[in-house]
């Protein structure tokens, strides 16, 4: 036991990934930090014609027309940061750019795979299709945002 | 490596690189064979023409040759042996040979491609090919190519090569100075110095010391001079010999070696008249000069990096639309800042335009298709067709040529198949039996035209009529004008061939064109006179990059409204609306009603439609010709946008067709009119079914 234990975590120390931590509402949810591109401030959104209303728009990164998650309407949690003050979090999916629209931006945690446990089955909550993992680190539960189901319902819906 | 790998290796990565560039070449051999054959059909006697064809298939069977592709080798060996003939001989290809020699760049062109995408040929594509290349050596002689018959793939030294790179070069200096006379006897130095060109590598100097001030210049003077340094292995009596002509009309002094002064200064210039100095002449004989004297110096470059300049070029031109806005409102304050910002937009306007330009093309590149395009529809229809390109230097984006190939394909096939009548019928109408087809492209008001003009026997209304009540597209009472008659062809499933041809009448018929000229933003129009033949113009933007629209506010968010959709703003009030139904609106426009539509509710941006008593709507129409009042808040002004896409990063939206940034940095959205109208009609289930979901 003890040997195995010794293997896992000679494992994890390599497999151990950085998340970027960032706030909505009260809770606390996260993405890899290598699907990150950047932070930015809010700027004000274009809206897009019977689309859901968690895709909040369409914007202008530098030349390119980035789509806006509302992640707060996404996920059903009230913000609690006026929309001028909230932040853009610019993540890759696939090969698309994606902004999630969220309260404040907190830290960088590492983690390895023993912090990192599946979402229990919370079907029929909002948050049970786009946050498929849970990460807990020094007595904070952090969601992992799945970034490939964020958009899932627009694109099936639009098909 | 090289210890690893025999002398003469080449790296695969080299080695593709090497392969695809042969291909790209091999395209551009292929035209000029075409071209060069199509010219000589047409009567022109240019030894020089039968040298460029010559060349060109040299060339391919080089580059063939290099990448161990054996078929092509054969077969462009015989198609150069054949050619070698009419090159030494200097006699040129009757019309029966050429039409010979034309099949067979055909077949050469299909033998490229097939090695380019790693096929085998058939043994039937072989046979084609080896019975083509029969009637070549058959027709040439066998006598004069020694060649011609020898079925091995490998070089031949033919006789022409040792010519071209013989060994005993030498340098030739000379100075040629043309009297007026020379001018007045309808002399051209240009043919001159062309012809010298023939003899070796040579190097021009104009010489124009003698111009003298503009206020002293005589315009029926001659005052130009040429220093020729030459690079042949004739004698000097072959190269007097190009001057044989005009050796009494000009100061001519050739001799060896390479020059080390200047042109010795016009002995006593007489006034005479100059006629090939006219602009006129001049600017016809430019682009000629310069292909005959020098090698085209153009640049290969990727696409992607094209591309790529010329979004950061649309980057520039957003920038600099935002920063005219944050400009100073008082100008007074700074006239500095207003000077110079004008001086970027017109910067801006040039890089754009530049840049633009890069990526135009000469719609040469879809243009040099049709001649076999149409040769093939010769031997299917029995109908002799003689075809007349014009303006094929003409200049579109790449994106347009790209899209153009398809219909301007199908169009020719109409005209033929169905413009054109059979030889009898055209005898029977005192037509000369070979049918005319002229296609020309030109740059009329900021968009490219590209006409297909036949000299058939025209639409017959009462047959389309008659087809039009038969499938429905017409009531058979209704009352349709001459020209709204033709315009029946582009309605969808019309055709009026009777019979299934192998050609053209499998019911895609014009419609079809005209959804994809319209997918490139285009429009298209017939013209047509019973008997005497039948038009069709397409109007096309010159790219697709930019986009002319109306700037609209709806609901508070900005909207653009392609201007080719857009026929007409129109003011409504309680006057000119008529309420129909629970919620339909139409709107009296001169006597036509037409649909009133809230753009707003349309696109989801409210619940439901709230149309005002009185405000803006904009009269679209749509792939289809229907038309619907698009009513908006506001109109904010037109304006040239710069389409980017939305499916970059976001799925496809319902209504949108792409986007943009407009001056402030904020997007706008490009409305697809089409899809707007077609959400329309699906009504407004599917709007509470969405509604209900948000």
């Known amino acids: 036991m003890r040997d195995a234990a010794a293997r896992n975590q000679a494992q994890e120390t390599q497999e151990r990934r950085d998340f970027l931590v960032f706030r909505v509402g009260a809770q606390e949810f996260c993405v890899d930090v290598l699907a990150v591109k950047e932070v930015r401030g809010w700027t004000p959104t274009t809206s897009l014609p019977k689309v859901p209303s968690f895709l909040r728009g369409v914007t202008n990164l530098r030349g390119t027309v980035l789509p806006i998650v509302d992640l707060g309407d996404r996920l059903q949690i009230a913000c609690d940061t006026a929309i001028e003050d909230r932040i853009v979090v610019v993540v890759w999916i696939d090969r698309k750019l994606l902004g999630l629209l969220v309260d404040a931006v907190c830290d960088i945690v590492t983690a390895g795979d023993k912090n990192l446990q599946a979402m229990p089955d919370l079907t029929g909550e909002p948050i049970h299709t786009s946050v498929t993992s849970l990460i807990t680190v020094d007595g904070r539960v952090i969601g992992l945002v799945a970034l490939d189901q964020i958009l899932a319902d627009t694109r099936s819906q639009n098909a | 490596m090289s210890a690893e790998h025999p002398e003469g290796w080449i790296p695969p990565d080299v080695m593709a690189g090497i392969t695809q560039q042969f291909f790209e070449e091999c395209e551009e051999h292929l035209a000029l064979l075409e071209s060069g054959f199509l010219r000589l059909e047409a009567g022109d006697h240019d030894p020089e023409t039968v040298n460029s064809v010559f060349r060109a298939a040299h060339s391919i069977k080089g580059g063939a040759a290099m990448l161990g592709a054996t078929a092509l080798v054969g077969f462009s060996h015989r198609f150069e042996s054949a050619l070698a003939h009419f090159r030494t001989s200097k006699t040129f290809p009757s019309h029966d040979v050429l039409k010979v020699f034309l099949k067979a760049t055909d077949q050469l062109a299909d033998l490229v491609r097939a090695t380019r995408a790693g096929k085998e040929l058939t043994d039937e594509q072989l046979n084609a090919a080896s019975r083509e290349l029969a009637g070549l050596a058959d027709t040439t002689g066998t006598d004069t190519s020694p060649v011609a018959h020898t079925e091995e793939p490998a070089f031949s030294p033919v006789r022409v090569e040792f010519e071209d790179f013989a060994p005993a070069e030498q340098p030739w200096t000379i100075d040629f100075r043309p009297h007026a006379e020379l001018y007045a006897k309808a002399n051209d130095p240009i043919v001159l110095l062309r012809e010298l060109k023939r003899l070796g590598e040579m190097d021009t100097v104009l010489d124009t010391s003698a111009i003298p001030l503009l206020s002293d210049l005589n315009l029926e003077d001659a005052y130009l001079a040429w220093s020729i340094t030459l690079h042949t292995a004739r004698t000097e009596s072959a190269v007097r010999e190009v001057f044989e002509f005009v050796e009494r009309d000009c100061d001519l002094h050739v001799r060896a070696g390479i020059a080390e002064t200047a042109i010795p200064p016009a002995a006593d210039p007489r006034p005479v008249p100059a006629p090939a100095l006219r602009p006129g002449d001049a600017s016809q004989d430019a682009p000629a000069l310069r292909a005959a004297l020098q090698q085209p110096s153009t640049l290969r470059v990727d696409l992607e990096r094209l591309d790529r300049l010329i979004n950061l070029v649309s980057e520039l031109v957003i920038s600099e639309a935002a920063l005219a806005e944050y400009a100073p409102k008082d100008s007074a304050q700074n006239p500095n800042f207003g000077e110079a910002l004008d001086d970027l937009s017109q910067l801006t306007r040039d890089i754009q335009e530049s840049v633009m330009g890069i990526r135009a093309q000469p719609v040469k590149s879809v243009f040099q298709r049709l001649p076999r395009l149409v040769r093939e529809i010769e031997k299917a229809t029995g109908k002799t067709v003689r075809l007349t390109i014009e303006g094929e230097d003409t200049q579109v984006d790449r994106s347009v040529i790209e899209g153009l190939t398809d219909p301007l394909t199908h169009m020719v096939r109409n005209a033929i198949d169905h413009g054109i009548e059979t030889y009898e019928q055209r005898q029977k109408a005192n037509k000369p039996a070979q049918g005319s087809l002229r296609i020309s492209a030109a740059h009329r008001a900021g968009r490219v035209v590209i006409e297909v003009a036949d000299d058939g026997g025209g639409i017959d209304r009462d047959c389309v009529r008659a087809i039009a009540v038969k499938q429905n597209l017409i009531s058979a009472d209704a009352i349709v004008a001459g020209e709204d008659i033709d315009n029946l062809i582009f309605e969808p499933g019309f055709t009026t061939a009777d019979k299934v041809t ?159 940034i407009l001056g402030n940095g904020l997007v706008a959205l490009i409305l697809d009119v089409n899809a707007v109208m077609a959400s329309q009609k699906i009504g407004l289930a599917q709007d509470e079914r969405l509604m209900a979901h948000a």
């Open chain 2, 502 to 660: 192998d050609l053209s009448g499998r019911g895609v018929g014009m419609d079809v064109v005209r959804r994809s000229v319209q997918a490139l933003g285009g429009r298209i129009s017939v013209s047509s006179r019973r008997g005497a033949g039948t038009t069709f113009a397409l109007s096309l933007p010159l790219t697709l990059a930019v986009l002319d629209g109306m700037l609209v506010s709806v609901c508070g968010q900005s909207l653009v409204v392609p201007l080719a959709a857009l026929l007409e703003t129109v003011q409504f009030s309680c006057d000119n609306v008529h309420k129909v139904g629970p919620n339909a609106s139409l709107l009296a426009i001169r006597g036509s009603h037409v649909p009133l539509i809230d753009l707003g509710a349309t696109l989801g941006y409210k619940p439901q439609s709230q149309l005002s008593a009185d405000g803006i709507a904009l009269l679209v129409e749509d792939d289809a010709g229907r038309r619907v009042a698009l009513a908006v808040d506001d109109i904010l002004g037109q304006k040239q946008v710069v389409i980017k896409s939305l499916e970059i990063n976001c799925h496809r939206i319902a209504g949108i067709a792409a986007a943009t």
